[in-house]
């Protein structure tokens, strides 16, 4: 059984910097595709920014290009989201996605095999 969980959501001013980590275990991810979508009230889940486990691929969002970074740690099954320069509009609940087919940055979020339960990420103007 994959679990996958999530910490370091809160509340910070616009410009500001949070590190979100997803801590994942239950199996080898050698081949799966790790990751993080969000979701803004009254919206749809999003896709934010994947990584390949070996890191050779790493994919982001138009919307938060420049500005956040995705990284793992293998050794302790860990995807790091170092979000920069946050704005408003990035305030939603952030999801870990792990899938084992990868994930590219046009998945549907239906198409995501094992969610984390999410952490809030507030970003005030």
């Known amino acids: 059984q994959v679990q996958l969980v999530e910490s370091g959501g809160g509340l910070v001013q616009a410009g500001g910097s949070l590190r979100l980590s997803c801590a994942a275990s239950?199996?080898?991810?050698?081949?799966?595709?790790m990751g993080w979508f969000r979701q803004a009230p009254g919206k749809e889940r999003e896709f934010v920014a994947a990584i390949s486990w070996t890191a050779n691929t790493i994919n982001y969002a138009d919307s938060v290009k420049g500005r956040f970074i995705l990284s793992i740690n293998n050794a302790k099954n860990t995807v790091y989201l170092q979000m920069n320069s946050l704005k408003p509009e990035d305030t939603a609940v952030y999801y870990c996605a792990a899938n084992p087919a990868g994930l590219a940055r046009d998945i549907q979020a239906a198409r995501v095999d094992y969610w984390g339960k999410g952490t809030l990420v507030t970003v005030s103007s």
């Open positions: 239950g199996r080898t991810f050698s081949t799966y595709g």
